[in-house]
């Protein structure tokens, strides 16, 4: 019989990702159990923001999640080699207002946002853009092109010999005494990292999760000619080739599970884009994912009541992408020490 590995993981979205990245630099071995089938991370709009913009300030613990992840991709992406996928970028905060100019004035100075508002109000000089009251530029923000990471980081896992693009079957996972075995892979620890897809779980049925479907179109503005990441009624992240990816929607939980592009969404980010700019627009696509939120916005680090090498690590909610690296090195802290998960 070989000898147990360190680690299972079920999930490849960005959650999947940070596991495994923490568990490379403890050198810890593992395999993971992923398709895309319905993942967050693939379909999410790839922005690194520090603040929360409707409201000028930041999200609880930014101070200690932040600077984890733009030193999370700004490494993965020296490691991986491959094309480039992680770029620092601005983006300008289009104002409503001269109310909301004076907003963000006043939060620019205060200690937690100095480092993030940038406290200049600057003009608009593109006539394709409608910001009549001028912008703001927020510092420290990044575009990773997720796609080209995921892809990258798959064809790395496999030249490792740990990806399984397989979906992962709970009825065949066997519990021993100090192991995990799934079809004869044995393991002494398992995390899963299946996004909303955890609602099928038969292991963390208690998780209390809600699904917050987001959909966005792509658009090709020849006209544009925008390079930062504007945000007004909705994102605009300029993709490169003169297109741009535009949205996210909000939705809520009478849309369920349902990953289905839907005319409603279609028809709101449609007027919203017209109202953003002022230039033809073709569009080209349009798709739909769904965010893990939380009832109470906290991501899940949980190990199993009766298991506790058994993990479950979820409740990305809307900025994933900025929390994981930070949260996988709390999780596996735990897991390895054998101390309790601290409240997040
Ligand atoms: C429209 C939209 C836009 C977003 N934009 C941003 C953004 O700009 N910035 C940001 O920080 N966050 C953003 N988010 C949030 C972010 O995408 C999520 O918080 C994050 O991706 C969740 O990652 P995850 O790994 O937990 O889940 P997922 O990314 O959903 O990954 C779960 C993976 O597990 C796989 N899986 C599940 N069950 C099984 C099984 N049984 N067997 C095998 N595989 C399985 C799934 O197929 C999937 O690949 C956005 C989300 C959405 C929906």
């Known amino acids: 019989m070989s000898k147990p590995l360190d680690y299972l993981i079920v999930g490849l979205g960005i959650a999947g990702i940070s596991i495994c990245e923490e568990l490379q630099a403890r050198k810890l071995s593992f395999k993971v159990f992923n398709t895309y089938s319905?993942?967050?991370?693939?379909?999410?709009?790839?922005?690194?923001?520090?603040?929360?913009?409707?409201?000028?300030?930041?999200?609880?613990?930014?101070?200690?999640?932040?600077?984890?992840?733009?030193?999370?991709?700004?490494?993965?992406?020296?490691?991986?080699?491959?094309?480039?996928?992680?770029?620092?970028?601005?983006?300008?905060?289009?104002?409503?207002?001269?109310?909301?100019?004076?907003?963000?004035?006043?939060?620019?100075?205060?200690v937690k946002m100095k480092a993030y508002l940038n406290p200049d109000i600057v003009s608009n000089g593109n006539p394709n853009i409608n910001a009549p009251y001028g912008m703001g530029i927020i510092n420290q923000t990044a575009q990773i092109?997720?796609?080209?990471?995921?892809?990258?980081?798959?064809?790395?896992?496999?030249?490792?010999?740990?990806?399984?693009?397989?979906?992962?079957?709970?009825?065949?996972?066997?519990?021993?005494?100090?192991?995990?075995?799934?079809?004869?892979?044995?393991?002494k620890h398992i995390v899963f990292c299946e996004g909303i897809s955890v609602l099928n779980n038969p292991f963390f049925k208690d998780i209390a999760l809600k699904p917050g479907k987001g959909e966005y179109l792509i658009v090709h503005a020849p006209d544009l000619k925008a390079t930062g990441i504007l945000k007004g009624k909705r994102y605009l992240i300029p993709l490169g080739a003169d297109t741009y990816k535009v949205g996210a929607t909000f939705g809520d939980e009478s849309d369920g599970l349902d990953w289905e592009p839907s005319d409603k969404a279609f028809e709101i980010l449609k007027s919203d884009i017209e109202e953003m700019i002022a230039c033809a627009f073709t569009i080209e696509h349009h798709f739909a994912g769904i965010r893990p939120l939380t009832p109470d916005n906290k991501p899940i680090l949980k190990q199993h009541s009766a298991h506790p090498r058994m993990a479950c690590f979820n409740g990305l909610g809307?900025?994933?992408?900025?929390?994981?690296?930070?949260?996988?090195?709390?999780?596996?802290?735990?897991?390895?020490?054998?101390?309790?998960?601290?409240?997040?």
């Open 38 to 110: 319905k993942c967050a991370t693939a379909v999410s709009g790839g922005i690194l923001n520090p603040t929360v913009l409707k409201w000028f300030t930041t999200p609880p613990h930014t101070e200690k999640f932040y600077p984890k992840a733009l030193d999370f991709y700004a490494s993965l992406q020296n490691k991986l080699k491959g094309n480039s996928f992680y770029c620092q970028k601005p983006i300008y905060r289009i104002f409503a207002s001269y109310q909301e100019q004076n907003n963000w004035m006043a939060a620019s100075d205060k």
């Open 145 to 187: 092109d997720i796609q080209t990471l995921i892809d990258q980081y798959v064809s790395e896992l496999r030249k490792l010999g740990c990806y399984h693009d397989v979906r992962f079957l709970y009825d065949q996972l066997r519990l021993t005494h100090d192991t995990f075995e799934y079809k004869g892979i044995t393991a």
């Open 318 to 344: 809307m900025r994933g992408l900025t929390t994981a690296p930070y949260y996988a090195g709390v999780l596996i802290d735990c897991l390895e020490s054998a101390n309790a998960i601290p409240t997040v």
